[in-house]
């Protein structure tokens, strides 16, 4: 099970990080990623962390931007924002796979979501 949190409103520029709790015990076996979801548009993939936390990978539109780390031994994912935009605004999800992936079918396991909204 994944649950996501610290998502809320924010202004353009401000920092957030989304946290994501994992259970089980076999959680430094999966790569974890961040996907997001706009209004109206498909979801998209942010950022992955490989099982050892030692190798990242983003889309473009975040790099430099946003950082995505992993505590196995807490069994927790984060995703640290910084400089945020308006296109920004999404419904962010958590998910585990065991292959390592950019595309959301190779992800096994999923969160609910939380939100974060970029504002003026």
């Avoid at 089980?24 to 790569?31: D, E, K, L, T």
């Avoid at 296109?87 to 959301?104: F, H, K, L, P």
Wanted: aromatic share 14%.
């Amino acid at each position: 099970q994944l649950v996501e949190s610290g998502g809320r409103g924010v202004q353009p520029g401000d920092s957030l990080r989304l946290s994501c709790a994992a259970s089980g015990r076999a959680f430094s076996s999966y790569f974890m990623a961040w996907f997001r979801q706009a209004p109206g548009k498909e979801r998209i993939f942010v950022a992955a962390v490989h099982r050892s936390g030692g190798h990242t990978a983003y889309d473009e539109s975040v790099k430099g931007r946003f950082t995505i780390s992993r505590d196995n031994a807490q069994n927790m994912v984060y995703l640290q924002m910084n400089s945020l935009q308006p296109e920004d605004t999404a419904v962010y999800y958590c998910a585990a796979g065991r292959d390592w992936s950019m595309d959301q079918s190779f992800y096994t396991y999923w969160g609910q979501g939380t939100q974060v909204t970029v504002s003026s």
